[in-house]
């Protein structure tokens, strides 16, 4: 895990990181979601950074910082698809050689849209856990540094980004909606939001 625990001021400081290379998505409102919910619904457009997803923001905030030895390593990581590609983007900004282990099934969009990112793509087992034992082996012995996409403080800082956009844009928003798979998209925002309008 990158760091000990995060704050409201660890997602500032990565907000600073990602400028120029994760995007900064539209909070746009939906008359048809607020119409079916009888509230005022605004929908945040992660699907229109360059990956396709928010977990860029993460990805290139922890490996932004990586000291100079670990960078000459480069980094390895275990994805079943789109925190490869914020991987991969990430690495490629930072001029950091990345390997990401993925299941053979991953689909062959995301593969290549690894690679096209200049990404060493390793095809291993029929699911994720099974990619994620091949890269722990792969990593072994600390050739390559090590990054996850979920048990790490500094990726959850990043991904708060995500509030921090959505409080500057709406900052009378009275409840945030988040998807949760891991949980560090709303670790990250939720720390936001709680630090900047605990109400």
């Not at 005022?40 to 100079?68: C, D, F, I, P």
């Not at 699911?127 to 082996?137: G, I, L, R, S, T």
């Not at 990593?139 to 500057?168: K, N, P």
Request: charged share 20%; glycine share 14%.
């Amino acid at each position: 895990m990158g760091s000990t625990g995060f704050t409201a001021v660890d997602v500032l400081k990565a907000k600073k990181a990602l400028a120029g290379v994760a995007d900064r998505t539209p909070l746009t409102h939906s008359k048809a979601l607020s119409d079916v919910s009888g509230a005022e619904v605004h929908v945040k457009w992660e699907n229109l950074q360059r990956t396709g997803s928010y977990k860029v923001r993460g990805a290139l905030y922890r490996m932004s910082l990586l000291s100079e030895e670990e960078r000459r390593k480069g980094v390895i990581t275990a994805s079943a698809g789109n925190w490869a590609l914020g991987v991969a983007l990430g690495a490629r900004s930072l001029g950091i050689r990345a390997t990401i282990c993925v299941p053979a099934n991953t689909p062959k969009v995301k593969v290549g849209k690894c690679e096209a990112l200049g990404a060493e793509v390793v095809l291993h087992g029929s699911y994720f856990d099974e990619a994620f034992a091949h890269c722990q082996e792969l990593a072994r012995g600390g050739a390559r540094t090590f990054i996850s996409g979920t048990d790490d403080f500094d990726v959850m800082a990043g991904h708060g980004t995500v509030g921090v956009e959505i409080l500057e844009d709406l900052p009378d928003v009275g409840t945030i909606v988040c998807p949760v798979g891991g949980g560090g998209l709303l670790s990250g925002i939720a720390t936001w939001a709680k630090t900047v309008s605990p109400s």
